[in-house]
C-alpha cells in the first residue's frame, strides 16, 4: 500500500489549498477514505471522510471550509480547504476512515502552515 499526500504549502489565514493523495496497492473505491491532521502533541485527528459511495463527513472544526471528494478512476482523494486558520496547521495524511480501517503504513503527509 502506497500513500502519497501532496499539496501541502504556507498560505495567509483566509487563503485555501487543495491537497491531493494518490494511493495504490488497495482496491481504492471500495475502501472509506479520510484526511487526517497531525500536530505536535495530539493524536492524529479526522478531519475529513468520504465513503465509497461519495457520503461525506466532517470535524466541526472544517465543516463549511474544507471538502473531501475522490476519484475512484485516479485512486486520489482531495481535500479542498478554503478560509484557512492558523488552527488547521499540521502535516496531513490521507487514509482509510476511521481510524479503525486505516493501512498501517501511513506513507507521506504534507505539512500545511498558515500564518495570521
Known amino acids: 500500500v502506497q500513500l502519497q499526500a501532496s499539496g501541502g504549502g504556507l498560505v495567509q489565514a483566509g487563503g485555501s489549498l487543495r491537497l491531493s493523495c494518490a494511493t495504490s496497492?488497495?482496491?481504492?473505491?471500495?475502501?472509506?477514505m479520510g484526511w487526517y491532521r497531525q500536530t505536535p502533541g495530539k493524536q492524529r485527528e479526522l478531519v475529513a471522510s468520504?465513503?465509497?459511495?461519495?457520503?461525506?463527513n466532517y470535524a466541526d472544526s472544517v465543516s463549511g471550509r474544507f471538502t473531501i471528494s475522490r476519484d475512484n478512476d485516479k485512486n486520489t482523494v482531495y481535500l479542498e480547504m478554503n478560509s484557512l486558520k492558523p488552527e488547521d496547521i499540521g502535516v496531513y495524511y490521507c487514509?482509510?476512515?476511521?481510524?479503525?480501517?486505516?493501512?498501517?503504513?501511513w506513507g507521506r503527509g504534507t505539512q500545511v502552515t498558515v500564518s495570521s
Open positions: 468520504v465513503s465509497s459511495s461519495g457520503r461525506t
Open positions: 496497492g488497495f482496491i481504492f473505491s471500495i475502501v472509506p
Open positions: 487514509n482509510g476512515a476511521p481510524s479503525l480501517r486505516a493501512f498501517v503504513d
